[in-house]
């Protein structure tokens, strides 16, 4: 390597206070690229450090088997490497800004080489184009760890289109920020054969999207985690990931923030193995979308929200309608989200979860005591029990956390009490369902009406053995009754002739009772024994024709109830 800084300072103001000795002109670059100065260039490629390079290094178009590696430079012109094709271009440290023209300090579009390196570099431009531009490009790894991209009018990194064989590092300490509609960061299209690391990057946008990267293709690993910060103030949303497709996602410890719409959009989104929003995992925004959406999106693994924290001023913090997860869906471990504008704060509808449903109830009811509507769970699907499996904090999450009456979530809950073993809470879990209804549905007064009466006598058909308490409760009032009317003259024998004489004995009391509250079965105490017409023995026969109507209501309700006809009413 030709270093040309030795033991010196390298920092911006040492660049711009390098002289003439320290100066090379890009066209000598490039015609050692031509192998025109060097017919035999050195297998190690053109390696220089500590050099102010005037003017733009124009490779544009230009095929070779040398490697450019220049290091702590400074490049005032620019590099254009529009369709060149190279073995490697590696800037480390160097100071790279925009020429005279508009265009991009960086240009890479379908530029070829092994390697591509921004590491350490700082990148400063007003271009509308772009930055650093890498569209359509072909590179076997793109390292630009803990490079700096600044662009006042477009993007920082527009990558759309690239194809990187292995692995794409925009990560330990990597930054950009923009002012652009188009993204901060975009990989619309791209396709990542190795893994895409941003950790502990930050990314910032005023006018849109941090990163976006619609229908990205990454066979391993995203990792937006350890510290990655973006925040935008686009409608678009912060990072954009609509119809990617990617290994693992893992958000894990990710801060995200959106003034004005969502967070984290990825509708659409294929995740071959696991989802990672948790271990600190931060959202907030002000969308009337969503913070996070993942919206009809396809997980293979288990999606991880313990640990987050998701909120939104205008609309729902957390929006999963119609999204598979094959394995775990975890919502727990301090899981909170919180809404201020919203009717629902999740929206869980139509979501199929493959394994264990984690969702703590108890939390989220906390997080939002005074919330009517917090969750949407209508087509829910899991199997077995959610956990914690506390039936009271579900049925209170179904009946106040809900935004309407639905009969699905109730009816998937008593179906995995019942597959579990559990039908005493299954069917206490219908029993709640029928309440909510009758609350809820809008049912007409003549049928919640009814739906009180079964659910006093039966219910609402699943504890029939209410109505034959009750039918053993009018038979001990009759018994109860005769006795004590007997006893006043409300009863007496009847003589041979028809005459009433003295009273019944306690034996024909006790059988006018049960005749009045058995239906079907008689004593044939009546036959002896009968109402007199004093004030007593006509009140007696009134109460009669009352308890005889009881009875037989009842005996019929816990029939009805024991055939379930009530309940599939």
């Keep these: 390597m030709l270093d040309l800084a030795g033991e010196g300072p390298v920092d911006e103001a040492a660049m711009r206070s390098w002289g003439d000795d320290r100066t090379i002109s890009a066209s000598l670059i490039r015609e050692i690229v031509r192998g025109r100065v060097a017919g035999e260039p050195d297998p190690r490629g053109l390696r220089l450090r500590g050099a102010r390079i005037t003017g733009q290094i124009d490779l544009e178009n230009i095929t070779s088997d040398l490697a450019l ?21 590696v800037l480390t440290g160097c100071r790279i800004e925009q020429s ?22 700082t990148v400063t431009a007003a271009s509308v184009v772009g930055a650093v531009r890498l569209a359509a490009a072909r ?10 991209l600044e662009n006042t009018t477009g993007p920082a990194l527009d990558a759309d289109g690239i194809q990187v064989d292995q692995s794409m590092f925009l990560h330990d300490g990597f930054a950009a920020s923009s002012a652009s509609e188009q993204g901060t ?162 929206m869980l509808a139509g979501m199929r979860i493959g394994a264990a449903f984690r969702f703590d109830t108890a939390s989220a009811m906390r997080a939002a005591p005074t919330h ?63 309440r909510d209804q009758i609350q809820r549905a809008g049912l007409a007064a003549s049928e919640r009406a009814w739906g009180r009466l079964t659910g006093i006598t039966l219910g609402y058909g699943y504890q029939p053995w209410r109505a034959l308490l009750l039918l053993f409760a009018t038979l001990a009032a009759a018994v109860t009754l005769s006795i004590i009317g007997g006893n006043h003259g409300g009863l007496a024998p009847k003589s041979a002739a028809g005459t009433v004489t003295a009273s019944c004995t306690t034996i024909d009391q006790i059988g006018i009772g049960l005749d009045l509250g058995t239906p079907l079965i008689k004593t044939g105490a009546h036959e002896g024994c009968q109402s007199t017409h004093t004030p007593i023995g006509q009140t007696l026969t009134v109460i009669g024709w009352v308890l005889q109507l009881l009875a037989w209501t009842f005996a019929t309700l816990f029939i009805a109830g024991f055939t379930s006809a009530v309940r599939k009413i």
Aim: charged share 15%; glycine share 12%.
């Design 139 to 148: 590179v076997g790894t793109v390292d630009c760890r803990g490079a700096m």
């Design 100 to 121: 005279a023209s508009s265009g991009a300090p960086v240009d890479a579009t379908r530029f070829a080489a092994r390697v591509f390196s921004l590491a350490g570099s």
């Design 185 to 346: 960061i975009r990989l619309l299209g791209a396709h990542i054969g190795g893994q895409l690391n941003c950790s502990r990057a930050r990314l910032r946008n005023t006018t849109g999207p941090a990163l976006n990267a619609d229908n990205l293709q990454v066979k391993q690993n995203v990792m937006l985690r350890g510290g990655f910060t973006a925040a935008s103030a686009s409608e678009q949303g912060t990072i954009r990931l609509l119809g990617a497709h990617v290994g693992t996602l893992d958000c894990g410890g990710a801060h995200l923030e959106n003034t004005v719409g969502p967070a984290f959009d990825a509708d659409g989104l294929q995740a071959d193995r696991d989802v990672g929003l948790d271990d600190g995992f931060t959202a907030t925004s002000a969308s009337a979308e969503g913070t996070v959406l993942l919206t009809g999106a396809h997980i293979r693994g288990l999606l991880a929200c313990n640990g987050a924290r998701m909120g939104n001023t205008t609309g729902p913090a957390f929006v999963a309608t119609g999204l598979q997860v094959d394995q775990d869906a975890i919502f727990d471990g301090g899981f909170v989200a919180t809404s201020a504008g919203s009717p629902v704060v999740l």
């Design 372 to 434: 009517e509507s917090l969750i949407e769970l209508d087509g829910l699907t899991y199997p077995g029990l959610p956990r914690p499996a506390c039936l009271r904090s579900w049925l209170a999450l179904l009946r106040e956390h809900t935004p309407r009456y639905t009969s699905q979530p109730y009816q998937h809950l008593a179906a995995a009490y019942r597959a579990a073993g559990h039908d005493r809470d299954a069917r206490t879990v219908l029993i709640a369902q029928r």
């Design 69 to 89: 590696d220049l290091r702590d430079c400074l490049l005032s012109g620019g590099l254009n490497l529009r369709n060149a094709q190279l073995l490697s271009v």
